[in-house]
């Protein structure tokens, strides 16, 4: 049976294309049965509190951080989307005297605009966020040097390069976004020889840091998070650590505070990673092959998917 056309851009691949009964068993999912998701290579874990859910974010950076020497270098590659733990990052560091100055840092995307990856003078720069809100608020005595910040640019061969260049990624943490995507790996557009079926995930794999297209429904959660809702100001391409760099980290650390994805969506990619259901039309489920996975939850932001009218 054909794949169904998404209900949300039709010359596209999404979630809404899967089969109606893996949307429905998904969906029926409590909070409860999503705590119990977890299985080896895969763990659930839950937050009671912001606060915990954030600090226990930001102490992903320190632990990394702390295993790094200039002989065994160490590295975390992180997101945008959550923002709220990189002040914390940054306190943690100061308060405890923590030398960081042999670890690294890779940013996960950054966008496009006109060719180019957008310069830190743009309001939605991402490497212009992390700078501010982190790496600018640490003491200089503690911090990294330039050249251990790794910010993707429309020509990533030097990004990709330090992929293998003896870095140790201990964590690449992440963001779910509406498309159900981590980074900027969107669903791809649904042509050519992926017209009637979505790329298999071995062959979505084979994806490395990269300009991409942007699904219509991440510029509109990009204008709804960060621009205001004004979505003239959200870019259309951007660049995006793909699968193989993602492969590389040891671990793939999720953080869902349901700021950024529904109630639903945050179900979905649990149940699917759980079952071991990878399908590129949910680019998030393809981590059901990665060896470690986490996803960490704040409890009250699970909301329901029952239907409520408003």
């Known amino acids: 049976m054909p794949r169904r056309i998404s209900s949300i851009a039709p010359d596209w691949w999404d979630y809404t294309t899967l089969d109606a009964d893996l949307i429905a068993a998904a969906a029926r999912l409590t909070p409860r049965d999503l705590a119990k998701l977890s299985r080896p290579g895969f763990q659930v874990v839950m937050y009671d509190t912001l606060q915990e859910f954030y600090l226990a974010e930001a102490l992903e950076y320190i632990n990394a951080w702390r295993q790094s020497t200039a002989d065994n270098p160490v590295g975390i590659c992180g997101p945008i989307g959550p923002t709220e733990q990189l002040p914390l990052v940054a306190r943690l560091v100061n308060d405890l005297d923590l030398d960081v100055s042999s670890a690294h840092f890779w940013g996960m995307d950054e966008w496009v605009v006109d060719g180019r990856e957008a310069p830190i003078t743009h309001p939605l720069s991402f490497a212009k966020a992390d700078r501010e809100l982190?790496?600018?608020?640490?003491?200089?005595?503690?911090?990294?040097?330039?050249?251990?910040?790794?910010?993707?640019?429309?020509?990533?061969?030097?990004?990709?390069?330090?992929?293998?260049?003896?870095?140790?990624?201990?964590?690449?943490?992440?963001?779910?976004?509406?498309?159900?995507?981590?980074?900027?790996?969107?669903?791809?557009?649904?042509?050519?020889?992926?017209?009637?079926?979505?790329?298999?995930?071995?062959?979505?794999?084979?994806?490395?840091?990269?300009?991409?297209?942007?699904?219509?429904?991440?510029?509109?959660?990009?204008?709804?998070?960060?621009?205001?809702?004004?979505?003239?100001?959200?870019?259309?391409?951007?660049?995006?650590?793909?699968?193989?760099?993602?492969?590389?980290?040891?671990?793939?650390?999720?953080?869902?505070?349901?700021?950024?994805?529904?109630?639903?969506?945050?179900?979905?990619?649990?149940?699917?990673?759980?079952?071991?259901?990878?399908?590129?039309?949910?680019?998030?489920?393809?981590?059901?092959?990665?060896?470690?996975?986490?996803?960490?939850?704040?409890?009250?932001g699970l909301g329901a998917c029952e239907v409520e009218m408003h």
């Open 134 to 300: 982190c790496f600018d608020r640490i003491r200089k005595e503690l911090r990294m040097p330039d050249p251990n910040l790794h910010f993707p640019a429309a020509d990533a061969t030097a990004y990709r390069a330090t992929w293998n260049g003896g870095i140790r990624c201990a964590v690449m943490q992440g963001g779910q976004g509406d498309v159900k995507h981590w980074a900027f790996n969107d669903p791809p557009r649904r042509k050519g020889k992926w017209k009637d079926e979505p790329p298999p995930p071995a062959e979505y794999r084979k994806l490395a840091t990269r300009v991409v297209d942007l699904h219509p429904l991440t510029i509109a959660q990009n204008a709804r998070t960060s621009g205001g809702g004004n979505i003239s100001l959200v870019p259309t391409q951007a660049i995006s650590v793909g699968p193989v760099e993602t492969w590389q980290a040891e671990k793939v650390s999720i953080w869902q505070a349901g700021m950024h994805d529904n109630p639903f969506g945050q179900r979905l990619t649990a149940f699917m990673i759980s079952q071991r259901i990878p399908d590129s039309a949910v680019p998030m489920s393809l981590l059901a092959d990665h060896p470690n996975v986490q996803f960490n939850y704040y409890r009250g």
